[in-house]
């Protein structure tokens, strides 16, 4: 089965220019046939198409298939590398895994204070896409490190970090179920600082094992912990 | 910490010349200067740079650690994906996360028949060099499927496919401490033969989970799984 998602759609719209394009011109969707939309809000609308303009496809939605929202939201924050790319990698992965919501932060050691959101949203887009995601992960704006403990926190929150305390690794903490908010520093790690104030706001530190992970490969690891703890709910809880 | 990594070294040979020149070019170490080689079989030279080549440096060696051989292997055999970006991304990743050998495997639905070996033990070394591993994974020729079915096989055998027979998660099934072989298929995945015939030959069919993952992701959430797996020992056996 292939998806299209646009955020848009409800029945009645338009599809939107983007999409009709991929629908017309790479999927070569013709008129009459059947194909499925999500809005990326839980909802997916099989449809048969009525108008295949590559600027704006008119669908008659045949049925509506609303996705139970997940049990709990996965929300990383993350500082950008300095080569965009192992970032953006970052994010297409993510969104395959799973995950909720993705913050670029500004650390005291960051190398990279510019991010473009846009690119992220459409690379976001077309993950959620292949990977048949009923619920599009929300992408931030580039957001100070100060400035996200300052805001509404989930009940589960963790900073990972490279300092040599010794420190529970991640997955014996998580708790499945339950919304998580996970930190990952830049190339040049989090300072002491941010590190204090992170534990000030409630943020446990934990490892993700003894290997040297860059920063990319550290903040999929996670992600990945998350899920796996979530799958196999049948692990009790050690330390 | 860096660390230099050349297969060949031992006291008294002269540093390669692809990592004399990343010494003296990017590293921009000078006589005098004290630096880390490993070659990638457990043993980390501490040396005394003594004559600055970038064509071949003289190292003077201080001191020898060996590390432990690791308590057990991971074995991943992936088909390569049409675009060979993806696949070379896995293999970076594979290595920081931890891998002892990569098979790239030939299967009946895959997309892409060759596969440059000699980049990816370019990309194995400079991934192992910024993890700072001590033991230099293996990468070998492109593999077929059958052929890899008839070779020594270590005791603990898994096959990941998309099939929609229930499987149990990978992480529930594999047991620590123990040498592992996963298989990946290619876009299109296993043929039903290719299924049926690593059953024979002992493989377990298993799921990463209900998300729909990329073969590269795919890959790469498996070796994380091991590794979860190896470092949270005290997870009791769950089916």
Redesign the interface.
């Known amino acids: 089965m292939e998806l299209l998602v646009d955020p848009n759609f409800a029945p009645g719209r338009i599809l939107s220019e983007e999409e009709s394009a991929h629908c017309v011109k790479v999927m070569r969707h013709r008129v009459g046939d059947t194909l499925f939309v999500a809005d990326g809000k839980g909802n997916r609308y099989e449809c048969q198409l009525v108008d295949a303009s590559p600027r704006g496809c008119t669908l008659n939605v045949l049925s509506t298939t609303v996705a139970d929202e997940p049990k709990c939201h996965l929300w990383m924050a993350v500082a950008p590398t300095k080569n965009i790319d192992r970032f953006e990698?970052f994010v297409e992965?993510a969104v395959?895994?799973?995950v909720s919501r993705i913050t670029p932060i500004l650390c005291a050691h960051s190398e990279r204070d510019r991010v473009r959101v846009d690119r992220l949203e459409k690379l976001v887009l077309a993950a959620a896409k292949?990977?048949?995601k009923c619920f599009l992960p929300s992408v931030d704006e580039l957001t100070r490190f100060a400035d996200l403990l300052a805001s509404p926190l989930p009940p589960q929150r963790y900073i990972l970090h490279c300092g040599e305390n010794p420190k529970p690794?991640l997955?014996?903490q998580a708790n499945p179920a339950t919304d998580t908010l996970i930190l990952i520093g830049p190339e040049g790690d989090f300072s002491a600082k941010e590190i204090v104030n992170a534990a000030a706001a409630g943020f446990q530190e934990c490892t993700l094992?003894?290997?040297?992970?860059?920063t990319e490969?550290a903040a999929?690891?996670a992600t990945?912990?998350i899920?796996?703890r979530n799958?196999?709910d049948?692990?009790?809880q050690?330390s």
């Open positions: 990698w992965k395959e895994i799973g292949q990977s048949l690794h997955f014996s094992g003894p290997e040297r992970l860059r490969t999929l690891v990945n912990v899920a796996i799958q196999v049948a692990i009790p050690i």
